[in-house]
């Protein structure tokens, strides 16, 4: 029964686990819901007896709540969950957060689950790379961003890869970083855990676009972004800061603006769009066209073939563009959010077949320093120094010893790389179909009838 002092439970059916009436005639229904609208979501369970005249109209309500919290059987209920535990990210409490919130919810919905708290690095690619795909219907990922670029890397190197990347993955944020998290939940939601939780029992499948980066012989994939420069300083030189969470993010930014170092590279682009009014306007059509998938699909036949060849590891260039100004920073990836603070893929769609190059000229620290005012919302899109490249491919080659390269938040050499996009290979569980970060036009920049 819910505390005393909820005097009336309301909560959306969606925020429904479970309804059953059990064998000795008592109606149970357990769900998550908010005791007051700023309050974190709450396990609530609720029971009571069914009198025997009853229990057929007992039963047809379980039935029938239970068709609508699962949104009409699109969604199977009882969801055959691996669950990865980092027991180092972040301030490194995520198995205590597992045992005290998620895997409360996730036995309310009676989820079926195989834990594995990860003892060393690269543990959950040696789990993903061997995982028998029919056992699971998703697996979630404890962590920041690293387990979940451990589980693509596995899944790249698993007897059947095509398969295993149907596999929907799914984040719980306990890290420093949880870009993926934000995007698929939102900003507001993006670090709360017992939300991703639901998606995870919940959410639909969503197709997303990885990347493959190709480093001489070496090929590794990439789900979120690289960077070079200022934001692979950023992200790579402020390990020691991690215990201060995301903030660190916040700090490392502000050391860099104030070396406000040139990064040393060439950068080759096979640009599609660049037009930047152009991109937002593509973004509101795609988004008016997205339809949440549902678990039905998953059981479509499924590929099995090898993975996508590579296309441009050794592409001539001839008709690619070249970025010849000063360079402050390259960063490209996919989901606008990188971080609460800054949204710096704005225009990022899950599956359109690109890859969003953001490169930043070199200017002054004031200018840089004016940028984070809005970052959260993208305001830096705008500004005349920040270009914003829509390409299949791109190549970045250093011309120094001395920098960084961060793929997903993992240092790679500095050296010469190529990055390109494979649409739609992973599968994420999202609870819309689209990233979860609004974006549009300055009122400035709306077309008027005039020049429409």
Same mark, same amino acid.
């Given at each position: =029964?819910?505390?005393?002092?909820?005097?009336?439970?309301?909560?959306?059916?969606?925020?429904? %686990?479970?309804?059953?009436?059990?064998?000795?005639?008592?109606?149970?229904?357990?769900? #998550?819901?908010?005791?007051?609208?700023?309050?974190?979501?709450?396990?609530?369970?609720?029971?009571?007896?069914?009198?025997?005249?009853?229990?057929?109209?007992?039963?047809?309500?379980?039935?029938?709540? =239970?068709?609508?919290?699962?949104?009409?059987?699109?969604?199977?209920?009882?969801?055959? %969950? &691996?669950? #990865?535990?980092?027991?180092? +990210?972040?301030? /490194?409490?995520?198995?205590?957060?597992? !045992?005290?919130?998620?895997?409360?919810?996730?036995?309310? @919905? !009676?989820?079926?689950?195989?834990?594995?708290?990860?003892?060393?690095?690269?543990?959950?690619?040696?789990?993903?790379?061997?995982?028998?795909?029919?056992?699971?219907?998703?697996?979630?990922?404890? +962590?920041?961003?690293?387990?979940?670029?451990?589980?693509?890397?596995?899944?790249?190197? !698993?007897?059947?890869?095509?398969?295993?990347?149907?596999?929907?993955?799914?984040?719980?944020?306990?890290?420093?970083?949880?870009?993926? @998290?934000? *995007?698929?939940? /939102?900003?507001?939601?993006?670090?709360?855990?017992?939300? @991703?939780?639901? *998606?995870?029992?919940?959410?639909?499948?969503?197709?997303?676009?990885?990347?493959?980066?190709?480093?001489?012989?070496?090929?590794?994939?990439?789900?979120?972004?690289?960077?070079?420069?200022?934001?692979?300083?950023?992200?790579? /030189?402020?390990?020691?800061?991690?215990?201060?969470?995301?903030?660190?993010?916040?700090?490392?930014?502000?050391?860099?603006? @104030?070396?406000?170092?040139?990064?040393?590279?060439?950068?080759?682009?096979?640009?599609?769009? +660049?037009?930047?009014?152009? =991109?937002?306007?593509?973004?509101?059509?795609?988004?008016?066209?997205?339809?949440?998938?549902?678990?039905? *699909?998953? /059981?479509?036949?499924?590929?099995?073939?090898?993975?996508?060849? %590579?296309?441009?590891?050794?592409?001539?260039?001839?008709?690619?563009?070249?970025?010849? &100004?000063?360079?402050?920073?390259?960063?490209?990836?996919?989901?606008?959010?990188?971080?609460?603070?800054?949204?710096?893929?704005?225009? +990022?769609?899950?599956?359109?077949? #690109?890859?969003?190059?953001?490169?930043?000229?070199?200017?002054?620290?004031?200018?840089?320093?004016?940028?984070?005012?809005?970052?959260? &919302?993208?305001?830096?899109?705008?500004?005349?120094?920040?270009?914003?490249?829509?390409?299949?491919?791109?190549?970045?080659?250093?011309?120094?010893?001395?920098?960084?390269?961060?793929?997903?938040?993992?240092?790679?050499?500095?050296?010469?790389?190529?990055?390109?996009?494979? &649409?739609?290979?992973?599968?994420?569980?999202?609870?819309?179909?689209?990233?979860?970060?609004?974006?549009? %036009?300055?009122?400035?920049?709306?077309?008027?009838?005039?020049?429409?």
């Amino acid at each position: =029964m819910p505390p005393e002092k909820w005097t009336q439970i309301e909560a959306p059916v969606r925020q429904v %686990l479970y309804a059953e009436v059990t064998p000795n005639n008592t109606l149970e229904v357990s769900l #998550l819901a908010r005791q007051k609208t700023k309050n974190p979501l709450t396990l609530v369970h609720i029971s009571g007896n069914v009198q025997e005249a009853d229990q057929d109209v007992a039963k047809s309500f379980v039935t029938a709540l =239970m068709q609508s919290a699962y949104d009409g059987k699109c969604v199977e209920p009882r969801r055959r %969950l &691996k669950v #990865l535990v980092s027991p180092k +990210s972040g301030p /490194g409490k995520g198995v205590s957060i597992y !045992h005290e919130k998620v895997e409360p919810i996730l036995k309310a @919905a !009676h989820c079926d689950v195989d834990l594995t708290i990860t003892t060393h690095q690269l543990h959950a690619l040696e789990i993903a790379k061997d995982l028998r795909l029919d056992r699971y219907d998703a697996i979630a990922t404890m +962590s920041g961003d690293g387990l979940v670029y451990e589980v693509v890397n596995g899944f790249a190197k !698993h007897a059947e890869p095509m398969r295993a990347f149907r596999l929907p993955i799914t984040p719980i944020p306990v890290g420093s970083g949880n870009g993926l @998290a934000l *995007n698929i939940l /939102g900003s507001k939601d993006g670090y709360d855990v017992t939300v @991703a939780t639901l *998606n995870a029992i919940k959410g639909r499948p969503m197709n997303i676009d990885i990347f493959s980066v190709t480093q001489g012989d070496q090929r590794m994939f990439s789900f979120f972004s690289q960077a070079v420069g200022l934001m692979a300083d950023l992200d790579l /030189g402020t390990e020691h800061l991690r215990f201060l969470g995301s903030t660190r993010f916040v700090v490392g930014f502000l050391q860099a603006v @104030a070396k406000n170092k040139k990064c040393p590279v060439k950068l080759h682009m096979k640009v599609v769009e +660049s037009d930047k009014v152009r =991109m937002v306007e593509q973004l509101h059509e795609a988004r008016s066209k997205t339809t949440p998938a549902s678990d039905l *699909n998953v /059981g479509e036949p499924l590929p099995t073939d090898a993975l996508p060849e %590579l296309k441009y590891s050794n592409a001539d260039m001839k008709d690619w563009v070249t970025f010849d &100004k000063p360079i402050l920073y390259v960063y490209a990836g996919k989901g606008p959010l990188v971080s609460r603070d800054l949204m710096q893929f704005p225009v +990022s769609l899950p599956n359109d077949g #690109l890859i969003d190059v953001v490169v930043q000229e070199v200017s002054g620290r004031g200018q840089m320093l004016k940028a984070m005012d809005g970052a959260e &919302k993208g305001a830096q899109y705008w500004m005349d120094t920040q270009h914003y490249f829509k390409a299949e491919a791109y190549h970045i080659e250093p011309i120094s010893s001395k920098g960084l390269l961060s793929v997903d938040g993992e240092s790679y050499p500095f050296q010469p790389f190529t990055v390109e996009v494979h &649409k739609g290979l992973a599968t994420l569980l999202s609870p819309c179909g689209h990233y979860q970060a609004d974006f549009d %036009l300055p009122h400035s920049k709306v077309p008027t009838a005039a020049t429409a």
